[in-house]
């Protein structure tokens, strides 16, 4: 096990540090301090441990991660998804937020937790795992929440190839919290099996899906996903003509007792490189890239575009606090956020 810390960049006088796990199988993870920003995840080849893959898209360099608009592989919050009309109410008072996508809010706002930049509050590194805790604190009615927020997201890597990321926050008055994480994986690499999502292996763990409005906001109706495009309960191969349909952006209901469960897996068919997701959140909102723009800059002088990533998002229920029929995410006065995401790493689904 080991880690290299690096000062890439200053911004606004503060100082952005790149870090990379590397555990003793050679899996690798890179990430920023901004935004908690993934850079690169590497895994090597079974049958090879000197060549590898990185398997999540990304910004070609630390400048274009600040400038870009997106969301890629970041740390998501205060409320991760959407809230209705950029507005919600808690203890009789009404709290307006800002309209990022139309009228409504999403992932935190106009400068959410992917934009902000996160000191590192330990390093650890043992006989079997790497830990790294993040923090950030969200001021008061920043971007519109209620409430001084401590947050920290603290990632692992350990030998078990298993990356973890751990969320905790609490705050000074209620407010809402719903933190997740928005890596954008395609496990055919950046190498010469290079394309978009099609010819991955899927499963979600999931019988029912929330049905959504125009605008991708649930409805309140939660629906069987028998003979549906949003059935995975058993695998299914990603074809052209489901993305040509529209593919998936639906928050999928998993029945939990807060406590980690497996709730979905992916993989190449062509690399045999994929990820099995553990959580104890109630959702998992499941995003085939459908409103990813035509091109991207990316990676190893790839340009990423429509579909070419996929993603898990372990979360409570999109739009709670406006939904009378879901899990709300109201975190009181000082008692503790907690939600954890185990991403198992593997070369040989």
């Known amino acids: 096990m080991d880690y290299i810390k690096e000062k890439i960049h200053i911004l606004n006088g503060q100082d952005i540090h790149s870090i990379t796990l590397v ?13 908690g920003y993934i850079h690169n995840v590497i895994i ?3 049958d090879n441990p000197n060549k590898f893959e990185d398997v999540i898209l990304g910004y070609e360099d630390i400048d274009q991660c600040i ?16 809230i209705s009309n950029s507005r919600f109410s808690l203890n009789g008072n009404t709290y307006n937020l800002h309209n990022n996508v139309g009228d409504d809010h999403l992932h935190g706002g106009k400068e959410g937790f992917n934009k902000k930049i996160w ?6 590194k043992n006989e079997n795992e790497i830990i790294c805790e993040l923090g950030y604190v969200s001021k008061h009615l920043e971007e519109g929440y209620p409430g001084e ?22 705050s000074n008055e209620d ?12 496990f055919h690499g950046h190498g010469d099996y290079y394309k978009n999502i099609t010819d991955h292996t899927v499963k979600i763990l999931s019988s029912k899906v929330f049905e959504n409005n125009d ?11 028998d003979n549906t495009q949003y059935d995975f309960v058993e695998n299914k191969i990603i074809t052209q003509d489901f993305l040509d349909k529209g593919g998936v952006d639906n928050n999928y209901d998993i029945v939990n007792d807060g406590k980690l469960k497996e709730v979905s897996m992916a993989y190449s068919n062509i690399t045999k490189m994929g990820v099995t997701y553990l959580s104890d959140q109630p959702g998992n909102q499941f995003y085939t890239g459908n409103m990813m723009a035509d091109n991207y800059k990316g990676k190893y002088n790839k340009s990423y575009g429509l579909q070419h990533g996929f993603c898990f998002e372990p979360q409570l229920p999109p739009n709670g606090i406006n939904e009378e029929k879901f899990q709300k995410p109201i975190l009181r006065a000082n008692e503790k956020y907690n939600s954890t995401i185990m991403i198992r790493l593997s070369n040989d689904f």
């Open 23 to 35: 555990n003793d199988n050679n899996f690798k993870v890179t990430f920023y301090t901004y935004g």
């Open 44 to 46: 090597p080849y079974k």
């Open 67 to 82: 400038e870009a608009p997106g969301y890629f592989n970041s740390i998501i919050g205060r409320v991760a998804n959407r």
């Open 119 to 124: 000191s590192i509050n330990s390093l650890i």
């Open 149 to 170: 927020l401590v947050c920290t997201v603290t990632y692992i890597l350990n030998n078990s190839n298993e990356f973890i990321i751990k969320n905790t926050a609490v």
């Open 175 to 186: 407010t809402l919290v719903n933190i997740t994480n928005h890596n954008y994986w395609n």
């Open 215 to 225: 605008k991708s906001i649930p409805t309140g109706n939660i629906l069987a996903v």
